[in-house]
């Protein structure tokens, strides 16, 4: 049968985000220059020259991260594709990626904490840049150089946090983070509210590929074997709607994320 494909998932995107957005968009979020509008951050700020500062640091108050701002949004457990171009991202995911094969050693920050630690927050802002109060950590899987030293990079969500202080801005962001995730329980309702949200996207692929003239695809695997609450963040990573897709990861509660995707999906 047709199977899952990119092409599948343009459709199902463009469906879902002309659902929330009431008309057609683009359906893949590509990759976004970060805004250079470092004063319209609204966190408390500490400026400081360089800081040290290890991912896994933890002070009683959060740890802190380097954190990459762009106009989209990074799900939990859901991957993320980004195309690293400007010199300071570029020492930023070298550093990262420390001890792997295919780094530009000459871009290896040696005296980072973050040294080879593979991981960094990501944060949406806004055209305006307004950098959201939530993102999400991510993991870097895969990477590779092309030409003119610009890179590749493939990442997984691994949790949420929420920003309590903006510690450096320059070079790159460096803030003081919190762990956060969901507070309600997964009981028997939210399974049902889960199925019924797969139900839906089931319906989206099928009138999608209808409305296109495609062949119906094979179900995605995910919709069977995902738990809520991971379903929940998979589903709005289908979403080409950054600001919708924002609340949805803003939510603390699997139940109140599930029921807005089937607002959305219905």
């Known amino acids: 049968g047709v199977t899952w494909d990119e092409r599948t998932r343009t459709v199902v995107m463009a469906m879902a985000m002309a659902k929330v957005c009431g008309h057609w968009r683009r359906p893949w979020a590509q990759e976004r220059r970060t805004s250079r509008r470092s004063g319209s951050i609204r966190r408390s700020r500490k400026e400081t020259g360089r800081t040290r500062a290890s991912e896994g640091q933890v002070d009683g108050h959060g740890k802190l991260l380097p954190v990459f701002p762009l106009g989209m949004v990074g799900m939990p457990n859901c991957k993320v594709s980004l195309h690293i171009f400007e010199a300071r991202y570029r020492v930023l995911f070298n550093t990262l990626l420390s001890g792997d094969e295919d780094v530009e050693e000459g871009l290896v920050d040696r005296e980072s904490d973050f040294l080879g630690t593979r991981r960094f927050g990501l944060v949406f802002v806004t055209d305006?840049?307004?950098?959201?109060?939530?993102?999400?950590?991510?993991?870097?899987?895969?990477?590779?150089?092309?030409?003119?030293?610009?890179?590749?990079?493939?990442?997984?969500?691994?949790?949420?946090?929420?920003?309590?202080?903006?510690?450096?801005?320059?070079?790159?962001?460096?803030?003081?983070?919190e762990t956060v995730d969901d507070?309600?329980?997964?009981?028997?309702?939210?399974?049902?509210?889960?199925?019924?949200?797969?139900q839906k996207f089931r319906d989206t692929i099928k009138l999608g590929m209808k409305e296109k003239g495609m062949p119906l695809p094979e179900d995605p695997t995910e919709l069977d074997e995902l738990e809520p609450k991971e379903l929940s963040f998979w589903v709005a990573s289908m979403f080409d709607a950054p600001v919708e897709q924002q609340n949805l990861l803003e939510m603390r509660s699997t139940k109140e994320r599930l029921q807005r995707e089937n607002e959305v999906l219905k």
């Open 128 to 177: 305006q840049g307004q950098l959201a109060e939530y993102g999400s950590t991510l993991e870097i899987e895969q990477h590779r150089q092309i030409d003119g030293g610009r890179m590749l990079v493939v990442q997984r969500g691994v949790e949420r946090f929420k920003i309590t202080e903006v510690v450096q801005e320059k070079p790159y962001l460096i803030c003081k983070v």
């Open 183 to 198: 507070e309600d329980e997964i009981d028997e309702e939210v399974v049902e509210i889960a199925k019924d949200t797969a």
